[in-house]
């Protein structure tokens, strides 16, 4: 997968360890994001995802469980060029101050099943139904 550097302050992902499913993502830039506040962090990187794989960007257990810091949007498709902006949500009570090079967030890189689609007048029946919320916890 190619990645660009879109400012000197921009860090190349790598995988922490062989088994890690995502790729942490850093900041390129200092922010902050205020307690209760939604913010969008620059991380200066730009990726070509290969097509039939689409880039999901999740939390980071460490900052989402110390700071109340979450992920909010997150699909990457494999044609988009531009620059990659983390959009991330203060669930806590305090600011949160973003420093260059602090990881923000993870990318996961997965394969996508394009299912062909079929308007129909009928679904066929489940053991669920159209149960929704809730349902399956009475």
């Known amino acids: 997968m190619k990645i660009k550097k879109l400012s000197e302050n921009a860090v190349i992902p790598k995988y922490a360890k062989e088994s890690d499913a995502g790729l942490d993502l850093s900041s390129d830039s200092f922010d902050k994001?205020?307690?209760g506040q939604r913010g969008l962090v620059s991380t200066g990187l730009a990726f070509e995802i290969p097509v039939g794989y689409f880039g999901s960007i999740r939390d980071?257990?460490?900052i989402?469980?110390?700071n109340g810091i979450h992920?909010?949007?997150g699909v990457i498709d494999s044609?988009?060029?531009g620059e990659i902006k983390v959009c991330l949500q203060n669930l806590s009570d305090r600011d949160f101050e973003i420093k260059i090079g602090d990881r923000i967030a993870q990318i996961i890189i997965q394969p996508i099943l394009i299912p062909e689609i079929e308007e129909v007048t009928e679904l066929s029946s489940s053991e669920r139904g159209d149960g929704g919320f809730g349902s399956t916890g009475k």
């Open 60 to 62: 980071r257990s460490g």
């Open 79 to 81: 044609g988009y060029r």
């Open 64 to 66: 989402a469980v110390k």
């Open 33 to 35: 994001i205020l307690a």
């Open 71 to 73: 992920v909010l949007a």
